[in-house]
């Protein structure tokens, strides 16, 4: 991933160093537990700990130039972590292990820590979403289906629905997380012919892993959900972000991004304040759902493993999580920092639409004085489009239809806002069934 895209804690767990640093510990732990079971003598086992390689620069490097060699990176990893530790416990690093049991066993360990930052940004986007809804509960705003005003909604409401659909992406993180956190150290097929499983047993406990059955390597479906977790978070992402782009529109200008002192919305127009966070956003919502197929494609491998997955995980799921971490973060920002016009709002719900978005309520009142619902439908999209076409308001053209039976105070009734929206809070009340952020696993 990019450095512009790329959260430093988030990529500090995908660089060389720290995934050579998790194979170590993976290996460290494996004599330890061998040492347990009685295979290896205590002392190598301490000796092998104590002698341990630092995990530097200078070490991958070693390890790159002995891949050249090997072609192989984990036994150019195991060569030289043998050679540092020198006898007699270098001889007893990878007993018994193939190179999935380390690779794969690290890379859950990895994209567990990965999935709580994860967990951690989610919340904060959740607390986010929720406390604008609270805070914009009662401000009204033309609601759009098709891209057409509708009816009345409140702000409230959309953030409100955000806020419990970012709640679900971060349920299924935490799902995903359950499902990723796993281990094992069961040999070339799994079947434990060279290592005991107390061995897989001690490593998992110490990662804070559970031991699970495999084949040569974890079943890929776990990880295929791991990624469904990080893209569903970019699409939620996207939503609000698309949103967000209308609303900023010069003709809507309902809302827009913060802008902060000194920023520059295009080089040539200086009247701009073009919505780029939130076109970034959208934008990279699209790759967080390539690295998706890319995951699901992985899960049929060959017989008990081959290794047309691996060049794949390489790329999509460091980049994945650094993706799905960016775009929690800085929707977060958005969210937070978003400007709201409700005097441009209220103006586009009223004066914009001549107050066609309480065509319904217009509709029922006159079915409530007796007209059958066709012909009452038939009268209000006719008074609607005259309305429309005439720019006039369609209480007005009402009024003046010999066809509309209905008083003043009947008209009332079906243009009342507060009407439209009595019941609109109910999507902000449901925030308050929202859990907080999970404990510590």
């Not at 190179?99 to 919340?123: F, H, P, Y």
């Not at 409100?160 to 956190?181: G, H, S, T, V, Y």
Request: charged share 25%; net charge negative.
């Amino acid at each position: 991933m990019i450095p512009r895209y790329a959260p430093p804690d988030m990529a500090a767990l995908f660089g060389d160093q720290a995934r050579m640093a998790m194979w170590l510990e993976v290996e460290l732990l494996a004599v330890e537990g061998l040492a347990a079971a009685g295979v290896v003598p205590a002392g190598a086992a301490s000796a092998a700990r104590a002698r341990a390689p630092r995990v530097d620069a200078a070490f991958v490097a070693e390890v790159g130039e002995r891949e050249k060699v090997t072609d192989h990176d984990v036994a150019a990893f195991v060569d030289v972590v043998q050679e540092r530790i020198g006898p007699p416990g270098g001889a007893w690093v990878h007993f018994g292990l193939t190179s999935s049991d380390v690779v794969d066993t690290a890379l859950c360990a990895t994209l567990t820590r990965a999935a709580d930052l994860l967990l951690a940004a989610s919340d904060e986007l959740v607390a986010a979403l929720r406390a604008r809804a609270e805070s914009l509960a009662e401000v009204p705003v033309v609601g759009r289906t098709h891209g057409m005003h509708a009816e009345p909604t409140t702000f409230g409401a959309k953030f409100a629905l955000w806020a419990l659909q970012a709640d679900r992406d971060r349920q299924r993180l935490r799902a995903a997380r359950r499902r990723i956190a796993v281990g094992k150290l069961s040999g070339a097929v799994g079947t434990y012919s060279n290592i005991d499983p107390s061995v897989e047993a001690h490593v998992c406990a110490a990662l804070g892993l559970e031991p699970v059955p495999a084949t040569q390597v974890i079943a890929r479906d776990r990880h295929a959900e791991y990624l469904w977790a990080c893209a569903s978070v970019g699409a939620t992402v996207e939503l609000i972000a698309t949103e967000v782009r209308h609303m900023a529109r010069s003709e809507v200008g309902e809302a827009e991004e913060p802008f902060a002192p000194g920023q520059k919305g295009s080089s040539a127009m200086p009247h701009k304040r073009n919505p780029v966070l939130s076109e970034r956003l959208c934008g990279l919502a699209r790759v967080l759902r390539g690295y998706l197929g890319a995951g699901l494609e992985d899960v049929a491998l060959w017989h008990e493993r081959d290794i047309s997955h691996s060049s794949v995980e390489r790329v999509v799921l460091p980049d994945a999580s650094m993706l799905a971490c960016y775009v929690l973060r800085r929707a977060t920002g958005l969210v937070s920092g978003l400007v709201v016009h409700p005097d441009r709002a209220l103006a586009n719900l009223t004066e914009g639409s001549f107050g066609l978005v309480f065509s319904q309520g217009v509709l029922l009142a006159l079915m409530g004085a007796g007209l059958g619902r066709d012909e009452a439908y038939r009268i209000v999209q006719r008074d609607a489009r005259a309305a429309w076409e005439g720019r006039r308001p369609l209480r007005q053209v009402l009024e003046e239809d010999p066809e509309v039976p209905l008083g003043a105070a009947e008209l009332d009734r079906a243009f009342d806002l507060g009407t439209s929206l009595r019941h609109a809070g109910r999507a902000v009340a449901a925030l308050d069934d929202l859990d907080g952020p999970a404990p510590p696993p």
